[in-house]
Protein backbone atom coordinates (compact mmCIF):
# COMPACT_ATOMS: atom_id res chain seq x y z
CA UNK A 1 0.00 0.00 0.00
CA UNK A 2 2.79 2.07 0.89
CA UNK A 3 4.51 1.93 -2.42
CA UNK A 4 1.26 3.01 -4.41
CA UNK A 5 0.98 5.84 -2.31
CA UNK A 6 4.36 6.75 -3.31
CA UNK A 7 3.45 6.13 -6.55
CA UNK A 8 0.87 8.04 -6.88
CA UNK A 9 2.61 10.76 -5.41
CA UNK A 10 5.26 10.76 -7.46
CA UNK A 11 2.92 10.82 -10.39
CA UNK A 12 1.07 13.95 -8.76
CA UNK A 13 4.11 15.61 -8.69
CA UNK A 14 5.55 14.87 -12.07
CA UNK A 15 1.85 16.20 -13.52
CA UNK A 16 2.51 19.09 -11.67
CA UNK A 17 5.96 19.81 -13.17
CA UNK A 18 4.78 19.21 -16.36
CA UNK A 19 1.71 21.35 -16.09
CA UNK A 20 3.93 24.64 -14.92
CA UNK A 21 6.35 23.49 -17.44
CA UNK A 22 3.54 24.17 -20.16
CA UNK A 23 1.59 27.41 -18.61
CA UNK A 24 5.82 28.35 -19.14
CA UNK A 25 5.96 27.32 -22.76
CA UNK A 26 2.36 28.81 -23.22
CA UNK A 27 3.45 32.46 -22.11
CA UNK A 28 6.72 32.23 -23.83
CA UNK A 29 4.02 31.30 -27.62
CA UNK A 30 1.98 34.30 -26.91
CA UNK A 31 5.06 36.79 -26.13
CA UNK A 32 6.71 35.12 -29.35
CA UNK A 33 3.44 35.60 -31.37
CA UNK A 34 3.17 39.30 -29.67
CA UNK A 35 6.27 40.55 -30.05
CA UNK A 36 8.12 38.35 -32.78
CA UNK A 37 10.38 39.90 -35.63
CA UNK A 38 6.70 38.33 -37.86
CA UNK A 39 4.43 40.07 -36.18
CA UNK A 40 6.07 43.52 -35.40
CA UNK A 41 6.45 43.43 -39.18
CA UNK A 42 2.38 42.86 -39.32
CA UNK A 43 1.94 45.81 -36.99
CA UNK A 44 4.26 47.77 -38.36
CA UNK A 45 3.01 47.86 -41.69
CA UNK A 46 -0.79 47.92 -40.56
CA UNK A 47 -0.22 51.29 -38.90
CA UNK A 48 1.56 52.17 -41.98
CA UNK A 49 -0.98 50.93 -44.53
CA UNK A 50 -4.11 52.55 -42.05
CA UNK A 51 -2.15 55.88 -41.81
CA UNK A 52 -1.66 56.18 -45.79
CA UNK A 53 -5.79 55.27 -45.77
CA UNK A 54 -6.81 57.84 -43.48
CA UNK A 55 -4.30 60.16 -45.33
CA UNK A 56 -6.16 59.75 -48.26
CA UNK A 57 -9.97 59.91 -47.00
CA UNK A 58 -8.74 63.23 -45.10
CA UNK A 59 -7.91 64.78 -49.05
CA UNK A 60 -11.01 63.35 -50.87
CA UNK A 61 -13.33 64.69 -47.52
CA UNK A 62 -11.46 67.77 -48.50
CA UNK A 63 -12.19 67.52 -51.88
CA UNK A 64 -16.31 67.08 -51.54
CA UNK A 65 -16.52 69.79 -49.21
CA UNK A 66 -15.10 72.27 -51.50
CA UNK A 67 -16.78 70.86 -54.41
CA UNK A 68 -20.03 71.25 -52.14
CA UNK A 69 -18.62 74.73 -50.66
CA UNK A 70 -18.54 75.26 -54.81
CA UNK A 71 -21.96 74.48 -55.65
CA UNK A 72 -23.14 76.28 -52.54
CA UNK A 73 -21.43 79.39 -53.59
CA UNK A 74 -22.59 78.89 -57.22
CA UNK A 75 -26.27 78.17 -56.16
CA UNK A 76 -26.36 79.87 -52.61
CA UNK A 77 -28.74 82.89 -54.01
CA UNK A 78 -31.46 80.41 -54.86
CA UNK A 79 -33.43 77.78 -53.25
CA UNK A 80 -32.01 74.51 -53.33
CA UNK A 81 -35.83 73.36 -54.60
CA UNK A 82 -35.40 76.09 -57.70
CA UNK A 83 -31.92 74.72 -58.57
CA UNK A 84 -31.78 72.97 -61.80
CA UNK A 85 -32.82 68.95 -61.28
CA UNK A 86 -29.47 67.63 -62.23
CA UNK A 87 -26.94 70.35 -59.78
CA UNK A 88 -30.02 68.76 -56.98
CA UNK A 89 -29.48 64.77 -58.02
CA UNK A 90 -25.14 65.75 -58.33
CA UNK A 91 -25.08 67.69 -55.18
CA UNK A 92 -27.58 65.05 -53.11
CA UNK A 93 -25.15 62.12 -54.28
CA UNK A 94 -21.94 64.51 -53.35
CA UNK A 95 -23.58 64.62 -50.22
CA UNK A 96 -23.99 61.19 -49.42
CA UNK A 97 -20.73 59.86 -50.69
CA UNK A 98 -19.20 62.53 -48.01
CA UNK A 99 -20.93 61.21 -45.42
CA UNK A 100 -19.98 57.37 -46.56
CA UNK A 101 -16.54 58.63 -46.52
CA UNK A 102 -16.31 60.55 -43.03
CA UNK A 103 -17.90 57.50 -41.76
CA UNK A 104 -14.95 55.17 -43.50
CA UNK A 105 -12.35 57.52 -41.82
CA UNK A 106 -13.80 57.48 -38.26
CA UNK A 107 -14.77 53.92 -38.27
CA UNK A 108 -10.85 53.57 -38.84
CA UNK A 109 -9.66 56.68 -36.74
CA UNK A 110 -11.62 54.54 -34.08
CA UNK A 111 -9.61 50.96 -34.65
CA UNK A 112 -6.08 52.84 -35.11
CA UNK A 113 -7.19 54.44 -31.79
CA UNK A 114 -7.49 50.81 -30.04
CA UNK A 115 -4.83 49.37 -31.56
CA UNK A 116 -2.53 52.25 -30.83
CA UNK A 117 -3.84 52.29 -27.33
CA UNK A 118 -3.15 48.05 -27.08
CA UNK A 119 -0.18 47.14 -25.04
CA UNK A 120 1.25 44.48 -27.14
CA UNK A 121 1.05 47.17 -29.89
CA UNK A 122 3.15 49.90 -27.62
CA UNK A 123 6.22 49.88 -29.06
CA UNK A 124 4.44 51.55 -32.31
CA UNK A 125 3.76 54.72 -30.50
CA UNK A 126 5.80 57.80 -30.98
CA UNK A 127 8.15 56.73 -33.61
CA UNK A 128 9.50 59.19 -36.05
CA UNK A 129 8.79 56.93 -39.11
CA UNK A 130 5.06 56.38 -38.04
CA UNK A 131 2.06 59.06 -37.51
CA UNK A 132 1.00 60.18 -34.68
CA UNK A 133 -1.29 57.88 -33.19
CA UNK A 134 -3.92 60.30 -32.85
CA UNK A 135 -6.45 61.15 -35.92
CA UNK A 136 -9.32 64.01 -35.41
CA UNK A 137 -12.34 62.05 -36.42
CA UNK A 138 -14.97 64.51 -38.32
CA UNK A 139 -18.25 65.25 -36.84
Do not use: H
Not at 64 to 87: I, K, N
Amino acid sequence: MKELIGIGLVIAIIYVILNIAGCFNEGVQVARNEFGPKASLEKYEWFKSAANVLKAKKVDIDNYRAVLSGMDSQWGAVAVTEWPRDVRQEYSQRKSELAGIITAFNGLVAEYEAASAKFNWAPYKGRDDLPPTTFQAYN
